[in-house]
């Protein structure tokens, strides 16, 4: 079993950064690739990026590109999705996830808000 507990959202304004926080806890969370995802009010949800296990391999959605980077930390079972230059349309509930199978994401974070104002 894994939990995963967001932090770092907040209220900015369009131009400015965030570093959202994703904990992780439980035996083998280190070994699983995790991922950032996103709602908007009223949309789907949202793949951002991804990282794999060893850190490698990140891969971003075509908005965020050049703007987020994902990056995580083995020894504090922690991944990190740095936001810059963001836009109104970066508002959401950004969420992290585990990947416990290719394309399969099992656990889930409550998720932590994030509002750009223009």
């Known amino acids: 079993q894994v939990q995963l507990v967001e932090s770092g959202g907040g209220l900015v304004q369009a131009g400015d950064s965030l570093r959202l926080s994703c904990a992780a806890s439980?035996?083998?969370?280190?070994?699983?690739?995790m991922a950032w995802f996103r709602q908007a009010p009223g949309k789907e949800r949202e793949f951002v990026a991804s990282?794999?296990?060893?850190?490698?391999?990140?891969y971003y959605t075509d908005s965020v590109k050049g703007r987020f980077t994902i990056s995580r930390d083995n020894a504090k079972n922690t991944a990190y999705l740095q936001m810059n230059s963001l836009k109104p349309e970066d508002t959401a509930v950004y969420y992290c996830a585990a990947e416990t199978a290719l394309g399969q994401y099992d656990y889930w974070g409550q998720g932590t808000q994030v509002t750009v104002s223009s």
């Open positions: 990282i794999t296990y060893s850190g490698g391999s990140p």
């Open positions: 439980g035996r083998t969370a280190s070994t699983y690739a």
